[in-house]
């Protein structure tokens, strides 16, 4: 990460069966725009980031026009607060999967604040704990403008909404090809 740069196009390969712990917000910060991050992996060889010993572990994506294609999240302690939390625009998550186990699920997987216009979500898929009791939503929208999520799959048990839209409005927003 240290060696790539803004907006060249330059893209980070995570091999198959790569293995990411994140045990803090700084563990794995992507903060060069235009970078793009991708697993070779398919299924279970997919790059597997872990989410653990502090619940404010996540990938804080602060630099726009980043991608992310065919990460596998999990957590390895219950009531993380979120695995990405997108503040800048132009980002795509794509084949993003997060897998929550016997009581241990993400809070809000996908949290975004104000700046994260234009986001792309597509190929989601969260496979929640169907009798958990931490989960909230799987996606949070908090001001977006502009964002498309599609051809996805949302399963869980969450206490306020699969897909949230809460505290400033979102507008321009897409949501098709969706299984609940």
Same mark, same amino acid.
């Given at each position: 990460?240290?060696?790539?740069?803004?907006?060249?196009?330059?893209?980070?390969?995570?091999?198959?069966?790569?293995?990411? /712990?994140?045990?803090?917000?700084? +563990?794995?910060?992507?903060?060069?725009?235009?970078? /793009?991050?991708?697993?070779?992996?398919?299924?279970?060889?997919?790059?597997?980031? @872990?989410?653990? =010993?502090? @619940? =404010?572990?996540?990938?804080?994506?602060?630099?726009?026009?980043?991608?992310?294609?065919?990460?596998? $999240?999990?957590?390895? *302690?219950?009531?993380?607060?979120?695995?990405? =939390?997108?503040?800048?625009?132009?980002?795509? *998550?794509?084949?993003? +999967?997060?897998?929550?186990? =016997?009581?241990? +699920?993400?809070?809000?997987?996908?949290?975004?604040? @104000?700046?994260?216009?234009?986001?792309?979500?597509? &190929?989601?898929?969260?496979?929640?704990?169907?009798?958990?009791?931490? $989960?909230?939503?799987?996606?949070? *929208?908090?001001?977006?403008?502009? $964002? *498309?999520? +599609? &051809?996805?799959?949302?399963?869980?048990?969450?206490?306020?909404? $699969?897909? &949230?839209?809460?505290? /400033?409005?979102? @507008?321009?927003?897409?949501?098709?090809?969706? /299984?609940?």
């Amino acid at each position: 990460q240290a060696l790539a740069e803004a907006n060249k196009g330059d893209i980070i390969v995570f091999m198959p069966g790569h293995a990411q /712990t994140v045990i803090a917000a700084t +563990e794995f910060a992507p903060a060069k725009a235009g970078v /793009t991050y991708v697993s070779l992996g398919k299924g279970a060889d997919r790059a597997t980031f @872990t989410f653990g =010993t502090n @619940t =404010t572990a996540n990938i804080p994506v602060t630099a726009a026009s980043c991608a992310f294609y065919d990460i596998l $999240c999990v957590s390895a *302690l219950d009531s993380v607060v979120a695995a990405f =939390t997108i503040s800048a625009a132009d980002v795509i *998550l794509d084949g993003i +999967e997060i897998r929550d186990t =016997t009581d241990i +699920e993400f809070v809000t997987p996908i949290l975004t604040t @104000t700046a994260a216009n234009r986001l792309t979500i597509r &190929n989601y898929y969260h496979d929640g704990f169907i009798t958990g009791n931490a $989960c909230t939503e799987s996606i949070s *929208l908090i001001g977006v403008d502009s $964002c *498309l999520i +599609e &051809n996805s799959r949302i399963a869980g048990n969450f206490s306020t909404a $699969c897909i &949230n839209m809460l505290t /400033t409005a979102s @507008t321009k927003v897409v949501i098709r090809g969706i /299984t609940f």
